[in-house]
């Protein structure tokens, strides 16, 4: 099993920053796929980043010049730097790990973090 466990959101002002990290642990073998998601109320799950263990990124168009994903594979941690935060930018935020091998011939599978409130205030 896998866990992934989110830190850093809170409530910030429009043009602030924030910075998200997340946390893998248990049996991982190989764990390539890692990103950010949000959900604003009434809306869709919405992918924000990617990041591969190889570093190769992608950012929404919403976010991009703002938002940064990094990453430190030595320690399965996933992080996302917000700046020039925006009230539109309020969502909960998921971490999510997809297509993990806990074993060399295992099944991938996919797992998400609990969540973190993002809140931004005008």
């Known amino acids: 099993q896998v866990q992934l466990v989110e830190s850093g959101g809170g409530l910030v002002q429009a043009g602030g920053s924030l910075r998200l990290s997340c946390a893998a642990s248990?049996?991982?073998?190989?764990?390539?796929?890692m990103g950010w998601y949000r959900q604003a109320p009434g809306k869709q799950r919405e992918l924000v980043a990617s990041?591969?263990?190889?570093?190769?990124?992608n950012h929404a168009g919403s976010v991009r010049g703002r938002f940064t994903i990094s990453r430190e594979n030595a320690k399965n941690t996933v992080y996302l730097q917000m700046n020039s935060l925006k009230p539109e930018d309020t969502a909960v935020y998921y971490c999510?790990?997809?297509?993990?091998?806990?074993?060399?011939?295992?099944?991938?599978?996919?797992?998400w973090g609990q969540g973190t409130q993002v809140t931004v205030s005008s």
């Open positions: 990041i591969t263990s190889s570093g190769f990124t």
């Open positions: 248990g049996s991982i073998f190989s764990m390539n796929f």
């Open positions: 999510a790990a997809r297509g993990v091998l806990t074993t060399r011939w295992g099944v991938p599978n996919d797992y």
